[in-house]
């Protein structure tokens, strides 16, 4: 096949132009990539330009991509030039990302050199744009190849999608200055990087004319992203600093949104307040036959219909007494249920898994994904909101199938001999597709994977066959015993059929089975109480992250807006990995093992902002309002200009509440107030007394309660309290105290010769001095006096609080009671562990494990 690309008339390219795409579905977006796998890979020949010909230049995003467009061209036919590669037709070269970006405020205008209030709102008429300093060279080299005469085509090759437009389209604006006369525009769309794929779209190239609406919309978010992240950056910064010092104070138009939900999950956290409650098992005897069961009422309290907490201990032991060592008829009832297979991946879903399954961060997954799209051809394009597939993609999805090898190709060969590959929408659907279908294998059998991308590319192939198994099938088990009137419930589950399971080494699950039933009547031989409290909402992961940004709409009401946000969310595929590594490193939240834990300078961002009245900015509706715009700019229902409009009345409306907002416009007294005689006054961030004590409501990363800044001010001092957390986000327990100078102020007790020491409370088994109490803990007077046979004992310790009576045990050479819930630095999991002193140092000594039997005679797998 030969690849000629020259220029069209003036009246074709006028045609094209005007041609409405407006009504192109997004299955048609995928047409480049159709049948990649049933196609031959024979690289196409490069052909001599015909008379009056120019040559035809195409642009990659990266310099991998590049390379591989020259393979599938015909490499022995391109001469390497360092910064491109040329034959006689064609010149590939590449950008390296972003080559250009639009200006910093201080290089459009002398004015914004300084973060001053005055100088906002911001509102260039046009957006200059700038070189990007660490790519500057790459860019040159561009600029002199888009520049050459003979040079009439120009083929954009970047990433399939609205930021790849944008790069293409940042890097002729910068070089050409709009001045595009002369020069033809083609895009070219690649679903996966395989020789074939490349090939498909290479023949089915559409005209640049066509990525008008596409290119608007990318230039919408950018612009959009510019006017408010800039603008309220600057006026945040300026406010916060005009308490002293320079307060950089980032902000943004979807990284501000997904902080706002972290630091209201936060919220909920903080305010949640325990509830101590029960539950009673017992164990049942059917003629021999002995199982448990859990008490229950069918009472459809707070929307449940199967309540098996008590709230009153009194009605526990009315249970208690009722039941013990009574008869009472059993209820059976058994049904089969299915467990289907999930879709097939997006970005999203695959990140979120990954860091369930293996503790991989979105950056972590996407990083892997694109390297097995990119370098091993292996994945199809990674940055997909799409979880379906072409509805023609039938044929191709069977080659690919065929292709599997290793341990999954029986499964692959199973779903292929059973005729299981059939167009089915959950599989197959046109209206689900958006720039690109789901990530699925290209049938390349990658060599020399890392364990981590041999991971992700088992994940990807699993489901992909997985997809096509009928579901697991199971039997239920409903088991309810009636004694004296109360209930106790019983439930098994078997798999009766592993159906997808299969496919991931599960021929049966660990699930329960009951013993058979022998007569409607059972004995109770044993009734046990448990004591727990209720749970606060969980912190957020990166997987549970990640569900809610894709899923924000779920915080919209609008039908509409709820609708676009369950296409795009708070970001899109390609950008919440970047976002959130943003907010990490802008220090608005720190990883604590899986969690995601919003800083101080997090909460008062949302809490001025809310003061403020820029709620927007916290608002998941703020982003699906402009991501529903923006898909709407890429159907041609919205214009561009329209759609700007709206966003500079938003900025200057923001700049506005920035400007007008006064902390001393939120004081009022607080609900605790008067302590000590003395009235307490609260704003948005802090309390202050009316003898001048400032106590901000964020100290050290740890949000203090009324009940406790009570105290701080009753006392002087607080604690010692878990929950500290330092500058690089690890936690901490400290006392914090009100000094001479009226200052708040940490005490660790980690300098001898400035302990203050309290009451002894014991000797030292390792040299039998006296052991005192401290703020902090408890020390020995050798180590007051820096002995080395000195000890000192936390009063916390991995988050849990050692009583006096625990120290005590210690000192007297004993080993303590089981101490549940330690809370491990390294794993982040929580322990139960007994304690001794070992030559002055606290050790810890594990229970040994428990033999669980199996619960009501559950069956091993096969």
């Known amino acids: 096949m030969e690849i000629t690309m020259a220029t069209t008339t003036k009246k074709a390219t006028a045609d094209k132009a005007t041609k409405d795409t407006a009504t192109k579905s997004a299955a048609t977006k995928t047409t480049a990539a159709k049948k990649t796998t049933t196609k031959s890979a024979k690289a196409p020949k490069a052909a001599k330009p015909a008379a009056g010909e120019g040559k035809t230049l195409i642009i990659a995003e990266k310099p991998s991509v590049a390379l591989d467009l020259v393979r599938v061209l015909g490499q022995k036919n391109f001469k390497n030039e360092k910064t491109h590669y040329e034959s006689d037709t064609t010149i590939v070269s590449h950008a390296i990302g972003h080559l250009v970006e639009i200006a910093d405020p201080k290089e459009i205008d002398e004015r914004y050199k300084k973060w001053e209030m005055s100088t906002l709102p911001m509102l260039p008429k046009e957006f200059p744009l700038v070189a990007t300093p660490a790519t500057r060279g790459q860019l040159s080299a561009l600029s002199k190849l888009i520049k050459r005469k003979d040079v009439t085509t120009i083929v954009n090759a970047c990433d399939a999608g609205r930021e790849g437009e944008l790069i293409f389209f940042y890097i002729l604006q910068y070089v050409l200055k709009g001045k595009f006369t002369g020069k033809t525009i083609k895009r070219l769309w690649m679903q996966s990087m395989t020789p074939a794929a490349i090939k498909e779209a290479f023949e089915n190239m559409r005209d640049g004319a066509e990525m008008e609406n596409l290119k608007a919309a990318a230039l919408c978010r950018s612009e959009a992203d510019w006017l408010i992240g800039m603008n309220g950056s600057r006026g945040l910064t300026a406010y916060n600093s005009s308490m002293g010092g320079f307060q950089v104070t980032p902000c943004g138009r979807v990284q501000t949104p997904t902080l706002a939900i972290i630091v209201n999950r936060e919220e909920e956290r903080m305010q949640f307040v325990p509830q101590k409650f029960w539950t009673v098992e017992a164990e049942f005897d059917n003629d021999g036959s002995h199982y448990q069961g859990k008490w229950f009422t069918t009472s459809k309290e707070d929307g449940k219909d199967k309540v098996k907490q008590i709230f009153d201990e009194n009605r526990v032991k009315e249970i208690l007494a009722k039941c013990k060592g009574k ?251 970047a976002i959130i590594e943003k907010l990490v490193s802008d220090k608005y939240v720190v990883r604590d093992g899986k969690d995601m834990i919003p800083t101080a300078k997090a909460f008062d961002l949302i809490k001025v902002l809310k003061a403020m009245d820029i709620e927007a900015l916290t608002s998941p509706e703020l982003t699906g309002n402009w991501e529903y715009k923006m898909e709407q700019i890429e159907k041609g229902k919205e214009t561009r200009e329209k759609f700007m409009e709206g966003i500079v009345e938003m900025t200057k409306t923001m700049v506005k509440n920035i400007k007008g907002f006064k902390e001393e416009s939120t004081t009022g007294e607080a609900s605790f107030s008067p302590v000590n005689g003395k009235k307490v006054f609260e704003t948005v961030s802090r309390y202050t007394t009316e003898d001048g004590i400032v106590i901000r409501k964020m100290v050290g990363g740890k949000r203090l309660s009324p009940e406790e800044i009570t105290e701080l001010l009753t006392k002087r001092k607080l604690g010692p309290l878990m929950g500290f957390r330092s500058k690089k986000g690890a936690e901490f327990a400290a006392v914090l105290i009100i000094n001479d100078e009226n200052k708040l102020e940490f005490v660790f007790d980690d300098k001898p010769e400035e302990v203050e020491v309290g009451e002894i409370v014991g000797k030292s088994p390792v040299d039998g001095s006296n052991v005192y109490e401290t703020m902090t803990g408890y020390v020995s007077e050798s180590y007051l006096k820096k002995e080395p046979s000195g000890i000192t004992l936390p009063k916390i310790l991995l988050g849990k609080e050692l009583t006096l009576d625990i120290i005590k045990t210690l000192l007297a050479g004993e080993k303590t009671a089981l101490i549940k819930g330690f809370r491990s630095n390294k794993t982040h999991r929580n322990f139960d562990a007994y304690l001794k002193l070992e030559k002055g140092k606290i050790k810890f000594e594990f229970p040994p494990r428990e033999f669980k039997p199996r619960r009501f005679g559950k069956k091993k797998a096969e």
């Open 327 to 577: 008869a009472g008829t059993v209820e059976e009832t058994s049904a089969p249920s299915l467990q289907k297979c999930g879709p097939l991946y997006d970005l999203t879903t695959l990140q979120r898994e990954a860091n369930n399954r293996f503790g991989f961060s979105a950056k972590t997954t996407l990083s892997i994904a694109q390297a097995l799209y990119e370098r091993h051809k292996a994945t199809t394009y990674p940055r997909t909101d799409s979880r379906c597939l072409p509805e023609d993609y039938v044929a191709p999805v069977k080659t690919t199938l065929g292709k599997i090898e290793g341990p999954l190709a029986k499964f692959a060969e199973t779903a292929l001999k059973n005729n299981w590959v059939v167009k089915t929408p959950k599989v197959f659907d046109n209206s689900k597709i958006s720039d690109h279908f789901a990530i699925i294998p290209t049938g390349v059998m990658p060599s020399g994977l890392t364990e981590a991308e041999q991971k992700i590319f088992t994940m990807i192939c699993q489901r992909f066959i997985a997809v096509f198994f009928p579901p697991a099938k199971y039997e239920n088990t409903t088991r309810v015993t009636t004694v004296e009137g109360e209930t106790f419930l019983t439930e098994g589950k078997v798999l009766v059929d592993p159906g997808f399971k299969a496919v991931y080494g599960k021929d049966s699950d660990d699930e329960s089975s009951i013993p058979a039933l022998k007569g409607k009547s059972a004995k109770t031989v044993a009734l046990e109480e448990k004591e727990d409290f209720t749970k606060p909402p969980a912190h957020y992961t990166e997987s549970t992250l990640l569900s809610m940004m894709e899923s924000a709409g779920k915080l919209v009401e609008d039908e509409e807006l709820r609708d676009a946000m369950k296409e795009r969310g708070l970001g899109t595929p390609a950008t919440r990995a």
